[in-house]
């Protein structure tokens, strides 16, 4: 499978030198090592049994269509040949649905794809002949649809077949997955990120030793020197501080490229908090750099999910003969019976897996809580509010009265609306000074009795609900209006 990815090494600037920035690219072509998808250590690869069924490619209406095409007379001679309008059928075709099934020696399925969806296209009858008439078309379907249609069920089979094989091949063996990316990076007169910029070409050539060679000793190396340099730069990291040399900007991008070096080393755990980094910075926008990330992350748990399975087998190219055998369609309904029970059983192994991974995150630090509950909004934009409603009729976190200002809630710099009415807070920390974007904040209903002089450097805010439900002196109110002169206190 080929993916284009952009591998971004941004390496920032300082204000005073944006006009001599320029930036650099150099396109990269490696492979990442995809383990099994299943547990080959718990089967014996050579004794499975692999079955494939799919749905009879059906045939739908004709419609008639004229081209040019140069034809010959009856003699064939090439000197009478010319230029005329010719016609041919476009025939609609109606794949459907295909699936790979893999069994043990004790029919027990371990694994199981649906490898092809529905889709509806067209085949060309008659398209290079000479039909100089609509009726001379349908004069030869009528002759020759029947072997036409059949061999198109033929070239189709054979084409899912070949798609199934992949997905077989993919389940039972280690593969190498092809991937383009660049590396982008921006240099300024001033050297301000000369170490970032260096590493850049270190990390272009250990990706090239590791294409359909992870085990490359140099080329790991050079990964691992590439990762300690962004890492190094990523623990100086003030998102919230524009101006700084690893700001918001720079931290997502390092993080980025640190995510993406540690899951071609296999470090996936360190990967999948390095990434979810940036994602939580990025508070669920959807841009295409977002979108690259977000699939980058998918990347890295698909990769370790199939590592955890198989870390303990010697890694090998040897491909043992797995025979595919062709079910006849009438076997179809029970394909998928068995994939929607399989898909289910393994829904619920993910997501007990990402349930876990998801609580070591929080507990660690690497990810914060509130970033999945903030939700986008055209009128709002950036939109949190606890306790939430969603969590609290599923009884997760976040659903709670809250007796304190949860300060992880301070580092999503880019929140432009925060609703905390309703808790039972009694002071908000300093850190709010954090939350420059925000246009609407929302306290009524808690038990405060002032706000911290930080609050002043919200020059953003629009609305300050903080008067009703609150024990918040007239003086204080005072003060906070002539620190936000444009704000509407409430």
């Given at each position: 499978m080929n993916k284009i990815i952009t591998l971004s090494i941004l390496l920032g600037v300082t204000m005073s030198t944006v006009s001599a920035q320029s930036k650099k690219k150099e396109k990269?072509?490696?492979?990442?090592?995809?383990?099994?998808?299943?547990?080959?250590?718990?089967?014996?690869?050579?004794?499975?049994?692999?079955?494939?069924?799919?749905?009879?490619?059906?045939?739908?209406?004709?419609s008639i269509h004229k081209k040019s095409n140069v034809c010959t007379t009856k003699n064939n001679s090439i000197k009478n040949a010319k230029a005329i309008d010719v016609f041919y059928y476009k025939v609609v075709t109606e794949e459907q649905d295909a699936y790979l099934k893999i069994v043990n020696t004790a029919g027990e399925i371990v694994y199981m794809a649906n490898t092809q969806s529905p889709s509806k296209s067209f085949a060309k009858f008659g398209d290079g002949k000479c039909y100089w008439m609509e009726s001379l078309v349908e004069s030869a379907y009528k002759k020759e649809g029947a072997a036409f249609e059949k061999n198109q069920i033929k070239v189709s089979l054979a084409n899912s077949m070949k798609n199934a094989k992949e997905f077989m091949n993919s389940a039972l063996f280690f593969n190498y997955e092809n991937q383009s990316f660049t590396v982008d990076y921006f240099k300024t007169k001033n050297f301000g990120y000369k170490d970032i910029e260096a590493i850049a070409e270190v990390a272009v050539k250990g990706y090239k030793l590791l294409s359909q060679n992870a085990k490359n000793e140099e080329g790991r190396m050079k990964l691992i020197e590439a990762v300690k340099v962004w890492d190094a730069a990523l623990e100086e990291s003030t998102p919230e501080v524009k101006k700084s040399r690893i700001n918001r900007k720079v931290t997502i991008v390092l993080a980025e490229n640190s995510a993406r070096a540690k899951m071609y080393l296999m470090q996936y755990d360190d990967a999948e908090k390095t990434i979810n980094k940036a994602l939580t910075l990025e508070q669920n926008l959807s841009t295409t750099s977002t979108d690259r990330r977000k699939a980058l992350l998918a990347d890295i748990q698909r990769l370790k999910r199939a590592y955890n399975l198989n870390k303990n087998v010697e890694i090998s190219r040897e491909r043992l003969n797995v025979s595919l055998e062709n079910k006849e369609a009438g076997a179809l309904s029970t394909f998928r019976a068995d994939y929607n029970e399989f898909v289910k059983a393994e829904g619920m192994a993910i997501n007990e897996e990402a349930k876990e991974a998801y609580e070591e995150g929080v507990a660690s630090g690497a990810l914060n809580p509130y970033a999945a509950?903030?939700?986008?909004?055209?009128?709002?934009?950036?939109?949190?509010?606890?306790?939430?409603?969603?969590?609290?009729?599923?009884?997760?976190?976040?659903?709670?009265?809250?007796?304190?200002?949860?300060?992880?809630?301070?580092?999503?710099?880019?929140?432009?609306?925060?609703?905390?009415?309703?808790?039972?807070?009694?002071?908000?920390?300093?850190?709010?000074?954090?939350?420059?974007?925000?246009?609407?904040?929302?306290?009524?209903?808690?038990q405060l009795i002032k706000i911290p002089v930080e609050i002043g450097e919200l020059t953003n805010l629009k609305t300050l609900r903080i008067i009703k439900g609150n024990n918040i002196p007239e003086s204080e109110i005072q003060k906070i209006q002539e620190l936000l002169p444009n704000c509407k206190i409430k």
């Open positions: 990269v072509n490696s492979s990442v090592l995809v383990y099994p998808q299943i547990n080959v250590s718990n089967i014996e690869v050579s004794a499975v049994r692999a079955e494939f069924c799919k749905g009879n490619l059906t045939f739908g209406s004709k509950m903030v939700l986008i909004s055209g009128v709002n934009g950036k939109l949190l509010t606890l306790p939430d409603l969603t969590a609290k009729v599923m009884g997760t976190f976040g659903g709670e009265k809250l007796d304190e200002f949860p300060l992880q809630v301070c580092e999503l710099t880019d929140l432009t609306s925060l609703k905390l009415k309703g808790n039972n807070i009694k002071e908000i920390p300093k850190q709010i000074a954090n939350l420059k974007s925000l246009k609407q904040l929302n306290l009524a209903n808690n």
